[in-house]
């Protein structure tokens, strides 16, 4: 395996992210353009691209905290964070790591950095535990957050911040949804054990993987038996509650994991919406997977364009799963925590309250809407939900819930509204 060319590429994601790209689709990118990757340096080019992106903080002061000045060029700066991500959290050799790195560096700027970057990485690997230390310091260093969402969670969750902020940093779990039509978790738990996954039983129907695997050694993945979905987001399905026989709208529907829910959970038909034809195709696979497709409807199209969909006949209950700034999804996406601005909340809600407006005409009398967001902002939340029931009189919250990111799920909230 290259372990120069995982680095490099590595290094253009950090570079790319600064720059106000999100990672995933980065990496679909560099995936692209070089076809000639092995499995071995597809794993260690996202393994440093996200490391790199959870520990950005501890990492950018460590550097420089050996810097007489701040570095001003991009490319050797995210050369340097990548081989420290590599350095501090993996086990490749030390050695190896800085030839790689120095190498690569060699080539920016004719090697006028290559005897600056050998010292800087050779004095991390003896200091890093005394750097290490010193980040406690330092807010940014110590929770890899930006100092301004570290002020936004004291203010908001004054018990519960520190919680939030250590478990952002966390590696997301591996949790799955038994497909309750087939089976339960403890049942699904003896086949892992006889697969030799090791696993823990969080419900009736959720399990989580003590490590990861791919899906192909999943017993019975391939026939639906189960399916990939966080803990926090199996909520959904729980509160909305469908029932045989009614029309159920999931607007804003992909990966479809929530789809393939609300299917296993009654004999409904569900109108699944993406406004995005690459996304509605996950959505699509799912569903087949799961052996639902006579009862999905898919539709490619605008949620809050109701003239390029709906057909004017009313759901029995519709999941509003907003777009948002996903802050409670940054353990399993950590660019998110140094992409987003302090204004992002307040600009995503605004857009939430039309398609909010335009879903709800779509729903029957009596029926129910389930706000659902994976934020933990307020603005998305709690205030957007006050607002919509301001607009609307006959409209009630009957339950709502705050789901902190804790090590069983990410960060969710959920207001559950009937239409009087």
């Not at 969750?157 to 520190?162: G, I």
């Not at 997301?172 to 403890?186: F, I, Q, Y």
């Not at 409904?268 to 799912?286: F, H, P, S, W």
Request: charge should be neutral; charged fraction near 25%; hydrophobic fraction near 40%.
């Amino acid at each position: 395996m290259s372990m120069a060319l995982a680095q490099k590429l590595a290094a253009q994601s950090i570079a790319q992210v600064a720059e106000g790209r999100n990672l995933q689709d980065v990496l679909a990118g560099i995936r692209a353009a070089h076809p000639e990757l092995s499995a071995q340096e597809a794993g260690a080019l996202q393994d440093i691209a996200y490391g790199s992106q959870r520990y950005l903080g501890s990492l950018k002061y460590m550097l420089g905290k050996m810097l007489k000045k701040p570095i001003d060029n991009p490319q050797l700066e995210s050369l340097l964070i990548a081989a420290m991500y590599q350095l501090h959290y993996s086990r490749n050799a030390p050695h190896a790591v800085v030839n790689e790195a120095v190498e690569s560096i060699a080539k920016i700027g004719r090697g006028q950095y290559r005897s600056f970057a050998n010292a800087i990485l050779r004095r991390f690997v003896r200091e890093r535990e005394g750097l290490e230390k010193s980040c406690k310091f330092n807010d940014t260093a110590k929770f890899n957050l930006p100092q301004w969402w570290i002020e936004y969670l004291k203010n908001h969750y004054p018990k519960h911040w520190n919680n939030i902020a250590a478990s952002l940093q966390q590696h997301p779990p591996l949790t799955l949804r038994v497909n309750r039509r087939l089976g339960d978790a403890e049942g699904y738990a003896a086949k892992l054990a006889e697969a030799g996954i090791e696993a823990r039983v969080l419900d009736d129907y959720a399990i989580t993987l003590a490590e990861a695997v791919p899906v192909g050694r999943l017993p019975g993945f391939s026939d639906g038996l189960v399916s990939v979905q966080d803990f926090g987001a199996q909520k959904a399905a729980h509160l909305l509650n469908p029932q045989n026989g009614w029309r159920v709208l999931d607007a804003c529907a992909a990966p479809g994991g929530k789809t393939g829910h609300l299917l296993e959970w009654a004999d409904c038909t569900v109108t699944a919406l993406d406004i995005d034809a690459g996304r509605l195709k996950r959505v699509e696979d799912n569903v087949r997977r799961l052996g639902f497709e006579n009862r999905a409807d898919l539709k490619c199209a605008d949620a809050a364009d109701l003239d390029a969909w709906w057909d004017g006949k009313p759901f029995d209950a519709v999941l509003a799963d907003v777009p948002c700034t996903a802050s409670g999804v940054a353990k399993r996406n950590p660019d998110i925590k140094w992409l987003r601005r302090p204004a992002d909340a307040a600009k995503t809600a605004r857009q939430q309250e039309l398609l909010l407006d335009r879903l709800w005409q779509t729903l029957t009398k009596n029926g129910t809407m389930l706000l659902a967001t994976c934020s933990i902002f307020a603005e998305e939340n709690g205030q957007q939900l006050e607002k919509f029931l301001n607009r609307h009189a006959d409209a009630v919250c009957t339950e709502s819930h705050v789901l902190l990111p804790n090590k069983h799920q990410d960060g969710f909230y959920y207001a559950l509204i009937q239409k009087q």
